[in-house]
């Protein structure tokens, strides 16, 4: 997601630290909260989720969300830069038909529809969210190569460099924005649906929302809700800075490598 | 680049080898006593001794036609018949699959009544092989949105026509048991959908329009309509629950009304916030693309900025308001499917009882039709950006 120019970089580092001091501290400290949540929530007679640690939970979200993103991003980079060899030129209007048109299914029907297929567990989590998040990195993959201007690649070809060291030298480091836009909605989105994955039987930080969600207990439900949030924000937090620091990066080789 | 169009179709060929892998490998149907076991696989080769003269005659079509295909990528008539011949083999698939379902229905009606047929692994990747091959043969016909839109869209025709024909499938006996249940999971998944998109509307492209005109807003709002964009659906459900659930209580005429902790409040609230993003980017994104010249022609001829508004800038941001639309309303369109979970119904309360009660086709049931509702809206809004285009360009 692009997004609009914000204030100086120094103001965003404390913002995504601070957020992650927040995620940890709840994450090690809602366990021993009891005494603020039994005033908050008076009727509830257990009002702190304590079946798993939260912490725990925290860790084998990110785990599921980070072995997902990678197989997401691993194969969706990889089928992009294909379709757009003139190999693998052929697929390409189906790539971006089904990158498309996939996107609009949503993560839940996925994963409702990988249980069948594999059972309950961590496995049908696994796979709904690296199919899903595949997209976004597939359709950013194809656009960012695409948006590499015609006069580069064509003084790329001019001073002689191969096919394969114009991908390397000139449409990777170019396309790098673009993708990089890509694997963070992928990774988001992720984070998300990993919490809802706790419904097919995955433990995540979804778990407690959904058992708080089905024994009536709002306070479960609020401690997982906020843990997530703070999860998914401080990954968009982090992606904007990377993104800042990529968009550096990537003017600097390219402009290199095309005038040296 | 070389732009010369290409004599063969690897997709095709692609998508032909995985079938015909899946329709030897993987179980097309399954046979089991009663609906909670998975069965006894059946595999589609196991049909070929029976096949009749006649289905055996027009297999052998379809297969002349899409091995025509598959030499000849770059004439139009071929992929249009190919695609014709995959969207007939989508109906034909479903076909295959209810007639066995019927028979062993017949065979089984005296000592098991209970007996079900449900769709195996075979028939959803065949399905899909099918639908894919057909959507490659369309985009190669390299016709203009409207009409492509309109054709994927029919691709499912034949299919629909036969519907009848699956009565006895395991799918179709959830449908008839849920049939009660049905008809109002849509209407309230499309109330769900409604009540969050009108409101963002309305409110959302005052909003964007005031901050066109205050830059302070601007910087201030965005960035937390991002924000909210990025929590999850589920935790934003439970961060509004708590504290609706104490203003119910707090206001007891509010209670009334309907607005409490679980069910179509926190649900709708939330959808709402997460449309409001795409609606709010894409007016303003709108509003400002319009030109200034434009603008100050119309207030030189005497218009007032009401006037301007409407007669000028809303009319010229509308293709572009329109592709957030169609973002906010596919997004929620999904998203209202996880609404079932803070008990606010709709189809995700379909689906979410068949995953519980581990009833697969129930879960293609109510996952089925928000699909085809999403791609549906997806489409939809499509065709209607480029209604609009046309004549401004």
Known sequence: MAKAPRHSPRWWNDRLLWTLAALLALAYGLPHSTPVFAALFPALPRPVYLQEPLAQLLWQHLGLVLLSSAIAILLGTAAGVAATRPAGRAFRPLLEALAAMGQTFPPVAILAVAVPAVGFGELPALIALSLFGLLPVLQATLAGVESVPRPVLESARAMGLSPRHILTQAQIPLALPLWLAGVRTSVIVNIGTAAIASTVGAKTLGSPIIVGLSGFNTAYVLQGAVLVGLLAISADLAFDRLARRLQWNTTDTAGKTLLN | ?393
């Open chain 2, 1 to 393: 680049m070389d732009t010369r169009p290409e004599r063969w179709n690897p997709v095709l060929a692609l998508c032909m080898a995985l079938a015909l892998g899946a329709a030897w490998g993987l179980p097309f149907v399954r046979v089991a006593p009663n609906r909670l076991l998975s069965g006894e696989p059946v595999f589609l080769w196991q049909w070929l001794p029976g096949t009749s003269a006649w289905v055996a005659a027009a297999l052998a079509l379809g297969l002349g036609v899409l091995c025509l295909a598959l030499v000849q990528a770059h004439r139009r008539a071929v992929q249009a018949s190919a695609a014709l011949v995959l969207s007939a083999g989508l109906a034909a698939l479903w076909l295959a699959a209810g007639h066995h379902a019927s028979s062993v229905s017949l065979a089984n009606q005296a000592d098991n009544p209970l007996v079900r047929t449900s769709l195996g692994a075979g028939f959803w990747t065949l399905a899909a092989l099918a639908w894919m091959a057909a959507l490659d043969a369309v985009a190669r016909l390299q016709l203009k949105t409207l009409p492509r839109l309109l054709l994927q869209s029919t691709l499912f025709a034949p299919l629909l026509l036969s519907l009848s024909a699956g009565q006895d499938l395991s799918i179709a006996k959830e449908y008839a048991n849920q049939s009660d249940v049905f008809g109002p999971a849509i209407v309230r998944h499309l109330q769900i959908v409604l009540l969050a998109i009108a409101p963002a509307v309305v409110i959302g492209v005052p909003l964007a329009w005031r901050m066109t005109r205050e830059p302070r807003l601007r910087e201030t709002l965005l960035p937390v309509l991002n924000v909210i964009q990025t929590i999850p659906s589920i935790a934003l459900f439970g961060l509004l629950m708590a504290p609706l659930a104490w203003l119910a209580v707090q206001a007891p005429m509010l209670g009334r009304l309907g607005i409490s902790g679980v069910g179509l409040a926190p649900a709708v609230l939330a959808l709402l916030l997460y449309a409001l993003l795409p609606i709010v980017r894409s007016a303003l994104a709108g509003l400002e693309q319009v030109p200034v010249a434009t603008v100050t022609a119309a207030r030189a001829m005497g218009m007032t900025p009401r006037q301007v508004l409407w007669h000028v800038e809303l009319p010229l941001a509308l293709p572009v308001l329109l592709i957030g639309l169609r973002t906010a309303v596919v997004q929620t369109t999904g998203l209202a499917a996880v609404t079932a979970l803070v008990g606010a119904g709709g189809l995700g309360s379909i689906m979410f009882d068949g995953l519980f009660s581990a009833a697969n086709e129930l879960v293609m049931l109510g996952v089925i039709p928000i699909v085809l509702l999403a791609l549906l809206a997806d489409h939809f809004f499509k065709a209607l950006g480029t209604l609009l285009e046309t004549p401004a360009a």
